[in-house]
């Protein structure tokens, strides 16, 4: 769980965002949690340095070409591991890969990226809770059909299985530069080079994630 201070600059930046969505069909807050969506998505866009924001329908942001939808949340006080994350039954039809779950301060002084799960994983685990019904484990009544699961369940914002996943995509850009290269151009070669030589420094950088975590997973273990 990584807690941030959210800036008077954050907001302002996106109100405007916020603003130009309007009301959400099926949406459980009516439109209100616009802001603190948007605040939510850009958050999390901020911590994962090689996201792109994107803000579809299905998606909000891409990472290494995995689709990740962010969904927030509103608190009063600080989230405990024991609390739940949700997604309403009414987002079953979006297309994304990942989910990162995030909680914000009503006041908006103070924001968590909870942590984030695979798409099929979160659904294996979850437990469905329908309209009406009170969850024992914080005593809020469901406002529409869900799906929970607590926040000790999810996966660290920055994992191995995140970086494996980003180790494959990079692996695969690299072999696509290489096979196009017979085919090109001086200059343009020059160009591909370029690109393939900062495809091969995030690898490295992968690689030395990887390593670093594996040696502390060992050691913890």
């Known amino acids: 769980m990584i807690e941030l201070t959210v800036t008077k600059e954050m907001i302002e930046s996106c109100k405007q965002k916020a603003e130009s969505i309007g009301k959400l069909k099926n949406s ?3 439109g209100e949690g616009n802001l603190s969506g948007v605040l939510g998505e850009y958050l999390t866009h901020k911590q994962l340095t090689k996201s792109i924001w994107k803000n579809t329908f299905n998606y909000d942001l891409i990472e290494y070409g995995v689709r990740i939808d962010v969904k927030t949340k509103r608190c009063t006080s600080a989230p405990q ?3 739940d994350c949700s997604i309403a039954e009414t987002s079953l039809h979006q297309h994304c890969d990942e989910y990162v779950f995030v909680r914000i301060l009503n006041d908006m002084s103070k ?3 909870l942590g984030r799960m ?3 994983e979160y659904f294996k ?3 469905f809770m329908a309209k009406g019904e009170v969850d024992l484990n914080n005593n809020f009544t469901v406002k529409a059909n869900c799906y929970n699961l607590q926040i000790k369940e999810l996966h660290d914002m920055f994992n191995i299985h995140t970086a494996l996943k980003q180790l494959d995509v990079t692996l695969k850009q ?3 530069t290489r096979a196009q290269l017979p085919k090109l151009n001086r200059e343009k070669v020059d160009q591909e080079l370029k ?4 495809d ?3 690898l490295q950088q992968d690689l030395k994630y990887i390593r670093d975590h594996g040696e502390k997973e060992t050691q913890n273990n």
């Open 28 to 30: 459980i807050t009516k």
């Open 81 to 83: 591991d024991f609390y």
């Open 111 to 113: 924001a968590w990226l």
């Open 118 to 120: 695979d798409h099929k």
């Open 125 to 127: 685990k979850a437990r």
């Open 174 to 176: 690299v072999r696509k």
């Open 195 to 198: 690109i393939l030589l900062l």
């Open 200 to 202: 091969l420094q995030l």
